[in-house]
C-alpha cells in the first residue's frame, strides 16, 4: 500500500540550484581522491615506494608534492567557486575543469590492477562527467517583457 491510500501526504520535494548540485558533486569527488590516497597506503608495494621516494615512477620532491596539492586543490576550490561565481562564468569553468579532470583520472587509472582502484576512478569519472553535464545544460531563466522603465 502506498502512503496516499493511508491518507498520508505526498513527501516534499524541493527544487534543488543546479550551483549546489555542482557543488555537491565537487564535494564527493574530493572524498573519493582522499580515500584512494588512504586506501593506497594499505597496500605494501606503495608504502615500500613511497619509503623509498617514488610514487608511481616519479620521485617525490618537493615540485612533485607541490604539483600534487594544486592537482587536488583544484577540485576543493571548486566547490567555492560552484556556488559563489556569476552562472556563466562558473558553467564553463565547470565544464573545462570538470573534462581535464575526466581525462585525467582515466589516464591515471590506466594500468591499475587493483579492483577498489579502479571503482573510485569509475566513481570519479562518473561525478565529474555529471559536473560537466550540469553545467553544460545550465537551466536558463525565462526570458522577461521589458517594462517601460530605461
Known amino acids: 500500500m502506498s502512503t496516499?491510500?493511508?491518507g498520508a501526504p505526498p513527501l516534499e520535494d524541493v527544487t534543488v540550484p543546479v550551483k549546489l548540485k555542482i557543488a555537491a558533486l565537487w564535494t564527493a569527488?574530493?572524498?573519493l581522491f582522499a580515500y584512494g590516497d588512504l586506501f593506497a597506503l594499505y597496500r605494501a608495494e606503495k608504502v615500500r615506494e613511497i619509503l623509498?621516494?617514488?610514487i608511481a615512477g616519479i620521485e617525490v620532491t618537493?615540485?612533485?608534492l607541490t604539483?600534487?596539492?594544486v592537482y587536488v586543490a583544484v577540485p576543493s576550490v571548486m566547490v567555492f567557486l560552484s556556488l559563489a561565481s556569476r552562472p556563466g562564468a562558473s558553467r564553463w569553468t565547470n565544464v573545462a575543469v570538470?573534462?581535464?579532470y575526466a581525462l585525467t583520472i582515466v589516464a591515471s587509472a590506466i594500468?591499475?590492477?587493483w579492483a577498489y582502484s579502479i571503482l573510485l576512478c569509475v566513481m570519479e569519472v562518473a561525478l565529474v562527467l555529471l559536473i560537466v553535464w550540469f553545467a553544460w545544460n545550465w537551466p536558463r531563466r525565462p526570458a522577461t517583457a521589458m517594462t517601460g522603465s530605461r
Open 111 to 113: 594500468g591499475e590492477g
Open 29 to 31: 569527488t574530493v572524498f
Open 52 to 54: 623509498g621516494g617514488e
Open 4 to 6: 496516499a491510500t493511508l
Open 98 to 100: 570538470g573534462a581535464i
Open 62 to 64: 618537493q615540485a612533485f
Open 67 to 69: 604539483a600534487a596539492s
